[in-house]
């Protein structure tokens, strides 16, 4: 499926990789992808734009929830451990954040795509095959996103939608017809 | 204590798991500050893995490259 992406594509799926890592993610998940495209200078970007949607105001958002999930307070919690302690007591030991910081170092190889991630994914094929593209642009992986009904990024982009008084319908049209949004 | 690690080993798996998955990710960011920490008091890795128990082989493997 890869080999059909076009750069600006590629790059998002790279840039969501970037964008795991950064959050100490062991995967890369939908939320990771989104980020990826909202930032970049694609027609997944342009078509956030044109209809509305801030998407920097979306990757911001995005990026803050993720960079979150590398310590599971609550789930450790409920074993009886206090990660604020840990934290603090880490802090003492071996300096200021270094809690946070040492996942980064270790996750240089490969992340894999969690399921939801690769079900984004086919789903922009299809997306791209319902507009009658042979190849799989960076717009397509948006309405991917946007067709993974009940996943985070989906939940976070339609909200976004709805925000901006605007739905599913006029993006999927703006990614189509970029064109029809310049004028 | 009781009550808290019910949740680990209870009978809902998907919190269990949860918390399973949670420790195991603290513990590896631990070991990660605790092994860098050990090389740079000049512990060898040998010394480091007694303490791990674990193979020299193992530790110098997961951690070598990035210290």
């Known amino acids: 499926m890869f080999e059909r992406f076009t750069s600006d594509a590629r790059n998002a799926v790279v840039e969501a990789q970037i964008v ?103 789903l922009a094929l299809r997306e791209a095959v319902r507009a009658g593209s042979s190849e799989i642009h960076d717009g397509h992986l948006l309405l991917g996103i946007l067709r993974n009904a009940g996943s985070q990024a989906e939940l976070e982009l339609s909200r976004s939608l709805a925000a901006a008084g605007t739905d599913a319908a006029a993006l999927r049209s703006a990614v189509d017809h970029p064109e029809a949004q310049a004028s | 204590m009781t009550e808290t690690l019910l949740t680990a080993a209870g009978d809902n798996p998907r919190e269990g798991l949860r918390a399973v998955r949670a420790l195991r990710e603290l513990a590896d960011r631990l070991e990660s500050l605790q092994v860098e920490r050990a090389r740079e008091l000049g512990w060898s890795w040998q010394e480091i893995a007694d303490a791990l128990g674990v193979s020299k082989q193992a530790v110098h493997k997961k951690h070598g490259r990035r210290i």
Do not use: N, W, Y
Request: glycine residues 12%; aromatic residues 2%.
């Open chain 1, 20 to 122: 795991a890592r950064q959050a100490g993610s062991r995967s890369i998940e939908s939320r990771h992808v989104l980020v990826g495209l909202a930032e970049g200078g694609g027609r997944a970007g342009a078509a956030l734009e044109a209809v509305g949607v801030d998407r920097d105001a979306v990757a911001a958002r995005l990026r803050a929830q993720l960079s979150e999930t590398g310590l599971d307070a609550t789930a450790l919690a409920s074993l009886g451990i206090d990660l604020a302690a840990v934290r603090r007591r880490a802090d003492q030991v071996f300096g200021e954040g270094a809690l946070d910081r040492a996942t980064m170092k270790r996750r240089r190889g490969h992340i894999p795509f969690t399921s939801d991630a690769k079900k984004s994914l086919e």
